[in-house]
């Protein structure tokens, strides 16, 4: 497996990664570590997929069923089914907070201490509705306690949006550019403002493209059939 880990001064207590699209089973539009069981997919692949990631991890992860809004649930120690949900916290060892994406972009949180955990699904409907805010306000930290790190995501010299997306974000018109009748929209950048209009300066990442790096990563915007990564964020046991 190649995994990509966040390049933030985050406490030695704290565990991350993104995984790529390399180092599965999965064959065809998914391969080949393809981590989305919605996706298409033959099922006995994406199970041997999760066999191998849950190697790399202290436990199983609790998966979301991601809705492209802005609730967050807190990690209860017991994985079940997959919540449905934009974000999840954790505030003990061992427990997994996952999110997967293929353009969207997934946020890790941490808190100075390292006692605290979060990872959050923010693609543009994600933002708009406050997915950033609520899952802040689910770590219960003040804002200067907390790192963000943005992983894998669409990158802004190639995100074709219309103008109701650009609406949707008043407070950030900078970060589109035009393009044709249409714009382009810097994902990174919006989460950036967001984040620091919460308080948060300790703001990492946000150096990758989906659509453009093929090799590495799933697409949806490029291929529309195509696999899941995913982003895992936990707290080590002492």
């Known amino acids: 497996m190649q995994l990509i880990e966040p390049d933030w001064p985050a406490p030695t207590s704290v565990r991350a990664f993104t995984t790529t699209r390399q180092g599965g089973f999965s064959g065809g539009a998914w391969s080949s570590l393809n981590l989305g ?15 191998r990631l849950t190697s790399h991890l202290p436990s199983r992860p609790q998966w979301l069923q991601q809705v492209h809004g802005s609730n967050v649930v807190t990690h209860s120690g017991r994985v079940g089914q997959d919540l ?7 505030f003990s060892s061992g427990q997994v907070c996952a ?5 969207c972009l997934p946020v890790l ?6 006692n605290r955990v979060a990872a959050a699904h923010a693609g543009w409907r994600g933002l708009a509705r ?3 805010q609520t899952t802040v306000n689910a770590m219960r930290d003040e804002p200067q306690e907390i790192l ?19 609406q949707a974000f008043p407070a950030q018109q900078a970060c589109f550019s035009a393009h044709g009748n249409r714009w382009l929209l810097d ?9 620091s209009e919460l308080g948060i300066s300790q703001i990492y990442g946000g150096a990758y493209c989906t659509y453009s790096d093929s090799e590495r990563f799933f697409s949806y915007r490029r291929d ?11 707290i080590e046991s002492p």
């Not at 995501?153 to 074709?160: H, K, R, S, T």
Request: glycine share 14%.
């Open 37 to 51: 069981f919605r996706s298409g997919d033959d099922p006995g692949d994406v199970e041997k997929n999760h066999q």
């Open 84 to 90: 449905e949900a934009d974000a999840i916290v954790s």
């Open 99 to 103: 999110v997967q994406t293929a353009d």
């Open 109 to 114: 949180f941490c808190n100075r201490s390292g």
């Open 130 to 132: 406050g997915v950033l």
């Open 148 to 166: 963000a790190w943005l992983g894998p995501a669409i990158g802004p010299d190639v995100y074709e949006v219309g103008d109701d997306v650009r």
């Open 187 to 195: 994902l990174y950048g919006v989460a950036r403002h967001k984040l």
């Open 224 to 234: 529309g059939e195509t696999g899941r990564m995913a982003s895992l964020i936990w």
